[in-house]
């Protein structure tokens, strides 16, 4: 069974770029959530998706972020206009049940 | 609000020794989850054990297991026979119904084996 896989692995970006990050959830699993590190801090939740619906979206930090999920499987998360302070490492996780998220390798950003 | 607090930020231990990693959360819900994840530097998550908060009963896993002090809020990682393959960072999470299932994380521990 394939894992949850994301890409790019790692982004290099100016500030005010736009990049988008891709997430493919294991195959079968409803929940998809988003997740940064940003340096030196701990990880944050962003959003959960149920299927292709937002269930929760109270981490996302400001409308420079958006995130969707096509059809309810992949999904993806643009920032736009990308800020230094977005530099981070971002981990996208999919479950079946709420309490066993798997993980992707995550995607490191940097804006420059 | 629920916070978790991991207040080693690097520790180090003698392969095939023992070490306990250190987790402490706030939360004024009876109803929540607890883990243990490892990113080793290949960056990803691995999910290392899982506690129910309402089980009195510590879980373990192979040479992982917790010591889960409910009322002081205490859940440490002890790892056993520790090999070079422990070698990771390792982070506390909690998670709730309340907390729309979102995981909350410690700050993590950088674990070192010595061999």
């Keep these: 069974e394939a894992g949850v896989t994301q890409f790019p692995s790692h982004s290099v970006i100016e500030k005010g770029q736009t990049v988008t990050l891709r997430c493919d959830p294991i195959s079968g699993h409803d929940n998809l959530y988003w997740y940064r590190r940003v340096m030196g801090k701990e990880i944050k939740f962003l959003l959960h998706f149920v299927k292709e619906s937002k269930q929760d979206e109270s981490g996302m930090p400001n409308n420079r972020f958006l995130a969707e999920r096509t059809g309810g499987t992949y999904s993806t998360l643009k920032v736009q206009p990308a800020e230094l302070e977005d530099s981070g490492v971002y981990f996208c996780a999919s479950s079946q049940t709420y309490y066993e998220q798997y993980f992707g390798p995550g995607t490191r950003l940097t804006v420059t | ?115």
């Design chain 2, 1 to 115: 609000a629920q916070t978790v607090t991991q207040s080693q930020p690097e520790m180090s231990v003698q392969e095939a020794e023992t070490v306990t990693l250190s987790c402490t959360y706030d939360t004024s819900e009876s109803d929540y989850y607890l883990f243990w994840y490892k990113q080793p530097p290949s960056r990803q998550m691995i999910l290392v054990i899982r506690q129910e908060a309402y089980k009195q009963q510590n879980a373990t896993e192979n040479r992982f297991s917790v010591n889960f002090q409910k009322a002081a809020k205490s859940f440490s990682l002890k790892i056993s026979d520790s090999q070079l393959g422990d070698a990771a960072m390792y982070f506390c999470a909690y998670m709730s119904p309340e907390s729309n299932y979102q995981l909350i994380w410690g700050a993590g521990t950088k674990l070192i084996i010595k061999p």
